[in-house]
């Protein structure tokens, strides 16, 4: 194994899937948090997990207990000193982040490689509260982490490139799919599935369809499995505005739908009928504003270099369950139609044409 033991700081939710991943795959973890109650309850997860599977007969009882065993819980941050990896997921929170790395340096090594799994912040401002950023990295896990099979590794401006490499080698021996990342808002997942769902909320913000309507659509024009709202209720519209938000600085398209601006931080779902019918001017219309809210990303983020063209589409289709990943979509359409599709945002926006449109066709090589 690339590493022996991991150190995850944080057993709340992807805290403890991430514990329970690893811990299934054989991995010795110790689950940090502040409090026992906080530890017990991410133990409790795992637990939970490893003896459903057992029910299930997806794994013996014998591998059930063999992967529990492999976790040790702790809220004394002295237990990360042993660790050669530690990945932290703590709450989203700039300042909090800084102050526990602050707290973590004197139980460094030279060798321990530290990890965020922020979806938000910037690795490489993160990596400046680390004694040494050059051994600092995102592993970006995608909630469920003990089932979902993508991990998004970021690279920040000082990460070694053995460090990265050997991350990413963690990453597949842990039987994830690695996802190489430059460091940008949203990586390459949020990047594109964040203003896709931000897209059906400004159409239903403009009356152009209603939720089960959009719903619909979004599985006929990209083969999702749930249409975008349906998965907004499952993620909570709440993180949803704070994963655009955070997009912000990519430039106007990526401004909030003014409903998601509206509502903000409280608690609230969609609410999704059960008549997705609507006519056929306006199933095409939304179809239409759909693929470009995702297209239109995938060409900024080729353009500039964050993931390749493979690992998007890979991430789409696993990660998110895309049955036509973006990149196959534009090459399957073709240059003329994505350019008609992507130029709905250039045009309504003032965003220039990315590059990488010329290449569509052969996106995929
Ligand atoms: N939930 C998701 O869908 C998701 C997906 C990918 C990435 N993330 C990121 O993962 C991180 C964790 O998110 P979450 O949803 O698991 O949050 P959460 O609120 O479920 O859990 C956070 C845990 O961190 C603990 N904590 C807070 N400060 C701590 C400290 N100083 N030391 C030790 N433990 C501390 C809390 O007690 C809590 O148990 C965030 O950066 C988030 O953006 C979340």
């Known amino acids: 194994m690339t590493f022996s033991k991991v150190g995850i700081i944080g057993a709340g939710t992807m805290g403890s899937g991430i514990a329970t991943t690893l811990g299934q795959q054989g991995v010795a973890c110790v689950l940090m948090d502040t409090t026992d109650a906080a530890v017990e309850r991410g133990m409790g997860a795992a637990k939970k997990f490893y003896d459903r599977a057992a029910e299930k007969g997806k794994m013996t009882q014998e591998a059930a207990d063999a992967a529990y065993g492999n976790i040790e819980g702790s809220s004394d941050i002295a237990s990360m000193a042993g660790c050669d990896l530690i ?43 680390v004694d040494n950023p050059s051994r600092f990295l995102g592993l970006h896990y995608f909630n469920p982490a003990a089932i979902n099979p993508i991990v998004e590794v970021v690279k920040g401006d000082k990460t070694d490139d053995a460090i990265f490499d050997r991350a990413v080698q963690f990453i597949r021996d842990t039987s994830k799919k690695p996802i190489p990342c430059k460091d940008s808002y949203g990586f390459a997942i949020n990047r594109f599935f964040v203003p896709y769902g931000n897209e059906a909320v400004r159409l239903l913000d403009e009356g152009v369809g209603t939720p089960a309507q959009i719903d619909r659509v979004a599985q006929e024009c990209m083969g999702v499995a749930a249409g975008p709202f349906l998965v907004m209720n499952l993620v909570k519209p709440k993180i949803m505005f704070h994963a655009q938000r955070n997009l912000g600085p ?42 470009a809210a995702a297209f239109f990303p995938v060409l900024q983020s080729l353009d500039e270099g964050v993931a390749s063209a493979g690992d998007i589409d890979m991430g789409a289709g696993l990660a998110l369950r895309f049955g036509k990943a973006p990149c196959e979509l534009m090459d399957e359409l073709g240059q003329d139609e994505t350019a008609r599709i992507v130029g709905l945002v250039t045009d309504a926006y003032g965003h220039g044409t990315p590059a990488s449109l010329g290449n569509v066709g052969s996106l995929r090589g």
Do not use: M
């Open 87 to 129: 990945i932290e997921a703590i709450f989203e929170e700039l300042g909090v982040k800084q102050e526990l790395f602050g707290r973590l340096n004197p139980h460094l090594s030279d060798d321990t490689v530290v990890a965020t799994n922020t979806s938000a912040l910037r690795v490489s401002e993160l990596a400046e509260s």
């Open 250 to 291: 990519h430039g106007a398209f990526y401004a909030l739908a003014a409903s998601l601006a509206e509502k903000g931080d409280s608690d609230y779902e969609f609410e999704i009928g059960e008549d997705a019918s609507g006519s056929a001017e306006s199933d095409a219309v939304i179809a239409d504003r759909l693929r």
